[in-house]
């Protein structure tokens, strides 16, 4: 499967931003889904995870209650909605899917993942 993130930009403190992560290449519907970020000089983190059914989800604690993750499949995409964005959230963005019989695991390891899409940057200013 192929992916494309996109939606990234600058954007105020305080603001809110939709990342989108289109796939292509094979039914999305039996792969979980991850976002990563990693900013400058930092290592790469998980931060928000998604099973393939949707019924289960996985938050880095700084992001709880601010971002929400979800997905159509039937679009074959994947979201990651980010509000009351603080300058600490600035990174580049990177979706990740795995494929998986099981449709309720979440995976937030980077490791787990097969696919990587490109990745959008998101900069938030203070």
């Known amino acids: 499967v192929q992916l494309q993130a996109s939606g990234g930009g600058l954007v105020q403190a305080g603001g809110s931003l939709r990342l989108s992560c289109a796939a292509s290449?094979?039914?999305?519907?039996?792969?979980?889904m991850g976002w990563f970020r990693q900013a400058p000089g930092k290592e790469r983190e998980s931060v928000a995870a998604?099973?393939?059914?949707?019924?289960?989800?996985y938050y880095l604690d700084s992001v709880k209650g601010r971002f929400t993750i979800s997905r159509a499949n039937a679009k074959n995409t994947g979201y990651l909605q980010m509000n009351s964005l603080k300058p600490e959230d600035t990174a580049v963005y990177y979706c990740?899917?795995?494929?998986?019989?099981?449709?309720?695991?979440?995976?937030?390891?980077?490791?787990?993942?097969?696919?990587w899409g490109q990745g959008t940057l998101v900069t938030v200013s203070s």
């Open positions: 290449g094979r039914t999305f519907s039996r792969y979980a």
């Open positions: 990740a899917a795995k494929y998986t019989y099981s449709s309720g695991n979440v995976y937030f390891a980077a490791h787990d993942y097969d696919y």
């Open positions: 998604i099973s393939w059914s949707g019924g289960n989800t």
